[in-house]
C-alpha cells in the first residue's frame, strides 16, 4: 500500500499528549497513534452509517401494527436464536 506524507500541526498540549502515548508503550512513533486514530474514525463512521440507514428503514417502514408484547417476544426470540439471551 502507497503511503503519503503528511505536515500536521499540534498543540503542545496536543503533543505531550501524544509523546505521552508513545512513552507509555501504547505506540511506537506518532505516525502509528495517528494512523489508530484514522482507523478508530473509520469505524466510528461505519457504525453511524450503519446505524442511519438502519433509523431511515424504520421510519420510512410506517408505524407497526404489532403489539407491544407482540414486538417484545419476537426480539426475546431472536436473542435466543443467536445466543444473545
Known amino acids: ?3 503519503v506524507r503528511k505536515t ?6 496536543q ?7 508513545i512513552e507509555a508503550g501504547e505506540y511506537t512513533n506518532d505516525s502509528e497513534y495517528l494512523r489508530n486514530l484514522v ?6 463512521n461505519a457504525k453511524f452509517l450503519s ?3 438502519k433509523l ?3 421510519l420510512e417502514g410506517g408505524v407497526s401494527t404489532k403489539s407491544l408484547p ?3 417476544k419476537e426480539v426475546e426470540t431472536r436473542m435466543r436464536e443467536d445466543g444473545r439471551l
Open 56 to 58: 431511515i428503514e424504520g
Open 15 to 21: 503533543d505531550k499528549w501524544i509523546k505521552a502515548q
Open 39 to 44: 482507523r478508530q474514525d473509520q469505524a466510528n
Open 1 to 3: 500500500m502507497a503511503t
Open 8 to 13: 500536521v500541526t499540534f498543540t503542545e498540549q
Open 51 to 53: 446505524l442511519k440507514t
Open 70 to 72: 407482540e414486538i417484545m
